[in-house]
């Protein structure tokens, strides 16, 4: 069973930088696809996709509000995958969350990760 911890949330003003690191229990070789997902504050807010990288080729993809400001990465050495996020916005607010899974089929949907961290609170103030 593999455990994911996120780490380097915190309050960022507007236009601010911050860089998560989401690190495994095990080989991040051995999860396939790893991706970020967010999730605002407020009832009925769902699980929002961010970003979903790769273990072979690294490939990347974004979610359109995110393109150009955020970058995924990872580094299986240190079993270790990031979110660098510039630029940040109010509206980036929300608990940050990395998780893995095995295919690359919907990886924008949350549902089809099988494990997950316990999230990471980012807030952009005005």
């Known amino acids: 069973q593999v455990q994911l911890v996120e780490s380097g949330g915190g309050l960022v003003q507007t236009g601010g930088s911050l860089r998560l690191s989401c690190v495994a229990s095990?080989?991040?070789?051995?999860?396939?696809?790893v991706g970020w997902f967010r999730q605002a504050p407020g009832p009925g807010e769902m699980r929002e996709f961010v970003a979903t990288i790769r273990a072979s080729h690294k490939m990347t993809d974004y979610a359109d509000s995110v393109t150009g400001r955020f970058t995924i990465s990872r580094d299986d050495d240190k079993n270790t995958v990031y979110l660098q996020m510039n630029n940040l916005d109010p509206e980036d607010t929300a608990v940050y969350y990395c998780?893995?899974?095995?295919?690359?089929?919907?990886?924008?949907?949350?549902?089809?990760?099988?494990?997950w961290g316990q999230g990471t609170q980012v807030t952009v103030s005005s």
């Open positions: 095990g080989p991040t070789s051995s999860i396939p696809i």
């Open positions: 998780a893995g899974k095995y295919y690359p089929e919907n990886y924008q949907n949350p549902d089809t990760y099988n494990y």
